[in-house]
């Protein structure tokens, strides 16, 4: 099949669902208006409508993930289909658009992220300098005194005015008179940089002017809350974190924790800018970073909307199969490696909230718990659950009384024609016109009622 086509869709027709595994596919409308809807009313994609010269289905293809929501024609529109690999080439060719792009994802992440902070019931009232004292003190009190060491210093070279200066100032000497303060930093090789194990390579909440891809070992994203560290993600080689210091001025939103001998090589947006032409492979490596980052971002505030306990923990027992990437029609057994304490966690349940859904989980009979492992026997069997306790929640989806099985509804078949791209289109595409290229607004509703 052609890497570039031209399809019609009729005003109603489906131009891919919501779930979808096949996602190779990238869409750029080239006249008329799409939809974009998810079949959970209370979370708004975000951007819900896209017009001409609006590109769509980019974030799944480009992480290759099922598709987040469901795109529906709202009028008559014609739409020019890239695959994958053709869309990565034209935009390697532009670098303007590139980085538009990549500011449009940077956007999207920041405004989920934000959603997925007012849901945690910690409102970002406090300001940067007082959230950077407060990780420093916590390391301080678990005593990871290189850790913080390594966020007071980087306080009191930030605010050196700042109320909580004198306090720092105590610590760091208390720290450094008992010898116990790692004071290594990172070694310079070259134009790589080298971290020994567990040391942190910047704080959530600091300045930062650098992504950087790892050139060997691996890297701990986490996040402090309530006086406990999160742990996001591990990153191995190959790649890609701090990525959005080169298209915002805002700061880190997480911290990042050498695992193991680890050498990194720093990019700042001067530099990138050096390096595209030369090796344009790494705009790829970026939009997979990132995209990667907005979808597992996207399925937790997802989960994190439900009410009810037992949805929640049926939620994201699926959205980790989704992250595992496994098929959720497969029907063969899945090893996860987390227990029902790290489920709990994992969705911001205690158990005394939760002591009915927690015994139905563990009378489910397609799930096994085993020493900090959950199996599940048939993933299509664990979804079809997932999806009828979502019915019974709060999210607006019709449940009929009494009914005891879940329902799917499956839009109609797309009506569309397919034609070749005509010259203009060929022209238009390969000349990627930055104007063509329209950012979403930023305005983001969502319902928590």
Same mark, same amino acid.
């Given at each position: 099949?052609s ?5 019609s869709?009729k005003r ?5 669902v ?20 998810s079949?959970?009313?209370k ?8 017009g001409?010269?609006?590109i769509?289905g980019?974030?799944?293809?480009l992480?290759n ?12 529109t ?12 034209l =935009?390697q !060719?532009?670098? @303007? %658009? ?12 920041? /405004?989920y ?18 959230r ?23 306080y ?10 004198e306090?720092?100032?105590k610590?760091?000497s208390e ?8 004071s290594?930093?990172h070694i310079?090789?070259?134009v790589?940089r080298v971290y ?8 959530e ?11 060997e ?7 402090v ?5 999160i742990?996001?993600? =591990?990153? !191995?080689?190959? @790649? %890609? ?12 939103? /997480? ?5 193991g001998?680890?050498?990194l090589l720093p990019?700042?947006?001067?530099t ?5 032409p ?7 490596t970026?939009?997979?970073a ?27 027992v699926?959205n ?5 990437r ?14 029902i ?15 009915d859904?927690?015994?139905?989980l ?22 079809a659950?997932?999806?009828?306790y ?7 989806i019709?449940e ?11 839009p109609?078949?797309p009506?569309?024609?397919?034609t ?13 016109d ?16």
């Amino acid at each position: 099949m052609s890497d570039l086509r031209k399809n019609s869709f009729k005003r109603g027709a489906y131009i891919f669902v919501e779930g979808d595994e096949d996602v190779d596919d990238i869409y750029l409308i080239e006249s008329g208006e799409v939809e974009l809807k998810s079949v959970y009313e209370k979370i708004h994609p975000y951007r819900s409508i896209a017009g001409e010269g609006e590109i769509i289905g980019f974030i799944s293809s480009l992480c290759n993930r099922p598709r987040l929501q469901s795109a529906i024609a709202r009028r008559d529109t014609e739409i020019l289909t890239f695959k994958k690999p053709k869309f990565i080439e034209l =935009v390697q !060719k532009n670098r @303007d %658009i590139a980085f538009k792009i990549i500011r449009t994802f940077a956007n999207e992440l920041r /405004a989920y992220d934000d959603m997925m902070l007012s849901l945690s019931g910690d409102p970002d009232i406090l300001s940067d300098d007082v959230r950077l004292f407060t990780i420093g003190m916590y390391y301080y009190r678990i005593e990871n005194h290189a850790h913080a060491s390594y966020v007071l210093n980087r306080y009191l070279q930030l605010y050196p005015a700042s109320e909580n200066g004198e306090t720092a100032r105590k610590v760091l000497s208390e720290i450094k008179n008992s010898g116990r303060q790692d004071s290594s930093g990172h070694i310079q090789e070259g134009v790589y940089r080298v971290y020994s194990d567990k040391q942190m390579i910047f704080c959530e909440h600091e300045p930062g002017d650098d992504l950087f891809i790892i050139k060997e070992g691996k890297v701990k994203i986490v996040k402090v809350r309530d006086e406990t560290e999160i742990m996001l993600s =591990v990153l !191995k080689t190959g @790649d %890609i974190f701090g990525e959005l210091a080169i298209v915002s001025d805002k700061p880190r939103n /997480a911290s990042a924790i050498s695992w193991g001998k680890t050498t990194l090589l720093p990019i700042n947006k001067d530099t990138l800018k050096v390096i595209l032409p030369r090796s344009p492979n790494i705009i790829h490596t970026i939009f997979m970073a990132i995209s990667q980052r907005i979808w597992f971002t996207s399925i937790q505030l997802e989960s994190k909307l439900y009410k009810k306990p037992i949805t929640r923990l049926y939620a994201s027992v699926e959205n980790r199969l989704r992250e595992e990437r496994i098929s959720l029609k497969s029907t063969k057994p899945v090893s996860l490696n987390f227990g029902i304490d790290e489920l709990l966690k994992m969705t911001g349940i205690t158990p005394a909230t939760a002591a009915d859904a927690i015994d139905s989980l563990l009378k489910d009979p397609n799930l096994n718990f085993n020493f900090g492992q959950i199996t599940v026997e048939a993933p299509c069997n664990l979804s079809a659950k997932a999806k009828y306790y979502r019915s019974r929640d709060h999210l607006g989806i019709a449940e009929e009384e009494g009914k005891t099985e879940a329902t799917e509804y499956t839009p109609p078949a797309p009506e569309e024609m397919e034609t070749a791209p005509s010259a203009q289109a060929e022209e238009r595409i390969l000349g990627l016109d930055i104007d063509d290229l329209r950012i979403p607004s930023d305005d983001i509703p969502i319902d928590l009622d």
